[in-house]
């Protein structure tokens, strides 16, 4: 790096040599793009949930102000709560802690496509059954064949 110097004169006859300050803000240019591109690598990996196979529909997605909380049916019967595996017994209390909207929370119920509609509805019947009013199905959306459209 280059320091910039002047001479100042002040009537004397040796001249004072003054380093001038000039600020660089490459550093921090840097140091944010850094920070621009960790952000959004990671921010696609933040979203909560089991993996789990959805059935597709044509519906449109519904649009939410509030995250809801989700409750995942895997493959093999077993239930999840957010991204927690928890007994069929402990899905109530445990949502019931949770919920911060009390009954009125918003309640998102995930069935892998494999799994027995009946054990989807078993798990739904016990959501509702504990005074959750707002529950809903979620399925992936379906994409339209050339065919199809018009």
């Known amino acids: ?11 004397s006859r040796r001249g004072r040599i003054r380093p001038m ?10 140091v944010m793009l850094v920070l621009l591109i960790v952000f959004m690598v990671t921010a696609p990996l933040l ?5 789990v196979d959805l059935p597709k529909t ?3 997605a519904l649009s939410q102000d ?7 049916v895997r493959r093999n019967g077993r239930i999840y ?3 927690l595996p928890v007994d069929e017994a402990d899905l109530v209390p445990k949502l019931t802690a949770i919920a911060t909207n009390g009954y009125e ?6 069935g892998d496509k494999s799994v027995d509609y009946g054990r989807v509805m078993e798990v739904m019947a016990l959501i509702s059954a504990a005074g959750f009013t707002h529950i809903g199905l979620v399925t992936d959306v379906a994409h339209r064949k050339r065919s199809d459209e018009h």
């Open 47 to 51: 979203t909560v949930g089991v993996p």
């Open 81 to 83: 709560l957010q991204k």
């Open 21 to 30: 300050s000039e600020i660089n803000v490459t550093p921090f240019v840097d």
């Open 66 to 72: 509030r995250e809801p909380l989700s409750v995942s």
């Open 105 to 110: 929370q918003r309640i998102f119920v995930r």
């Open 1 to 11: 790096m280059v320091a910039h110097v002047k001479r100042i004169q002040n009537g």
């Open 58 to 60: 044509r519906a449109q």
